[in-house]
């Protein structure tokens, strides 16, 4: 995964070490906690081959950090389960400083204010 020279010459080393593909996918999808995503979006996203992505998954639903549901997944609402795993804490610091924090009100401006038709409601 690239990351923009200003990154590259401001972080430290261990700043720069790269995460593992799980931290990757954990750290995306944290930083999108309100959405779930299939396979290839997230390794889209992630830079990371699909398979891996999948692998990736996988192990992390094994350890109650992510969910699936059909062929999407979505990052665990139990703060508590991501507070423990040691890598959560890492990738989401460095998404947050190469992509910022996320402002919910700015989001909400920009948001649709009907759903997608492919989004199911319980009815």
């Known amino acids: 995964m690239s990351i923009d020279r200003e990154t590259f010459e401001n972080a430290s080393r261990d700043e720069l ?3 593992s593909i799980p931290d990757q ?7 999108h ?3 779930a995503f299939k396979a290839r ?10 398979g891996a992505v999948s692998t ?3 192990r992390l639903k094994d350890r109650d950090l992510v969910e699936h549901k059909a062929t999407y997944w979505a990052v665990t609402d139990d703060a508590e ?3 423990e795993y040691s890598g ?8 947050n400083e190469q992509l910022g924090t996320e402002d919910e ?7 649709p204010s009907e759903q997608h038709p492919s989004v199911e409601t319980d009815q």
Do not use: K
Not at 25 to 31: C, K, N, R, S
């Open 81 to 83: 389960r991501l507070g």
């Open 17 to 19: 070490e790269d995460l």
């Open 33 to 35: 906690e309100d959405r």
């Open 25 to 31: 996918v954990l750290g995306f999808l944290a930083a």
């Open 105 to 111: 009100e700015a989001w909400r401006e920009h948001a």
């Open 56 to 58: 990736a998954l996988s």
């Open 41 to 50: 979006e997230i390794a889209s996203q992630v830079g990371v081959d699909e």
């Open 88 to 95: 959560y804490e890492r990738a989401t610091s460095l998404f």
